[in-house]
């Protein structure tokens, strides 16, 4: 069973850091880009970040570009994106997700979400 499970969302105040925390399970995911997405209360998921599944490329949307970072531990097979320089427009539920060689308009495997909320 397929399983990405998301910690390291929380409170904190607008210009703090938050890592986030992905852990990926039940399969190998050698050939999946993993990624990250966000939805804020009343609008559509959008995508953050991801890091091809190659292992060359990362990806950003542009509001995060410069404040974001994510990464892979392959031997732990998890995922990371540093969060700093929040801003209140950062809230929203975090979501983890693979993607089949970087098949970002659906990815194949989706985490629970891990709210993150950035007060001003």
């Known amino acids: 069973q397929v399983q990405l499970v998301e910690s390291g969302g929380g409170l904190v105040q607008a210009g703090g850091s938050l890592r986030l925390s992905c852990a990926a399970s039940?399969?190998?995911?050698?050939?999946?880009?993993m990624g990250w997405f966000r939805q804020a209360p009343g609008k559509e998921r959008e995508f953050v970040a991801a890091?091809?599944?190659?292992?060359?490329?990362?990806y950003y949307t542009d509001s995060v570009k410069g404040r974001f970072t994510i990464s892979r531990d392959n031997a732990n097979n998890t995922v990371y994106l540093q969060m700093n320089s929040l801003k209140p427009e950062d809230t929203a539920v975090y979501y983890c997700?693979?993607?089949?060689?970087?098949?970002?308009?659906?990815?194949?495997?989706w985490g629970q979400g891990t709210q993150v909320t950035v007060s001003s």
């Open positions: 890091l091809g599944w190659s292992g060359g490329s990362t």
């Open positions: 997700a693979a993607a089949y060689r970087d098949s970002w308009l659906k990815p194949d495997y």
């Open positions: 039940g399969r190998t995911f050698s050939y999946y880009g």
